[in-house]
C-alpha cells in the first residue's frame, strides 16, 4: 500500500505505476526470503477455519505476537529499499 500511496497513480498508463509495482515485487520477494511464505496460514502455524484453532490463536494472543511482528518487517523492508 505504502509503495502505491507513494508512487501509484490514477492516470492512464503503465508508466506511472511501473515504481509502484517494481517496490511491491521487491518487498513480496524480499518477505518470502525472509519468513519462508507469504501465505497466513504457513507463518501464522494455526489454521483459522479450524474453530478449535482460532479459539487457541485467540487465548494465545498469536495475532498480536505473530501479525504485529510481520507488519514489522515490512515496513523495515520498505524503509531500506527507499535508502539511496
Do not use: W
Request: one cysteine or more; glycine letters at 6%; hydrophobic letters at 35%.
Amino acid at each position: 500500500m505504502a509503495g502505491g500511496i507513494k508512487y501509484g497513480s490514477n492516470e492512464v498508463g503503465v508508466e506511472k505505476r511501473a515504481k509502484a509495482y517494481a517496490t511491491s515485487q521487491a518487498l513480496f520477494k524480499q518477505f518470502a526470503t525472509q519468513h519462508g511464505s507469504v501465505m497466513c496460514r504457513d507463518l501464522f502455524k494455526y489454521d483459522l477455519s479450524n474453530p478449535q484453532q482460532a479459539t487457541e490463536a485467540r487465548e494465545n494472543k498469536a495475532f498480536e505476537k505473530v501479525c504485529h511482528s510481520l507488519i514489522k518487517s515490512v515496513i523495515e523492508s520498505y524503509l531500506a529499499l527507499e535508502k539511496p
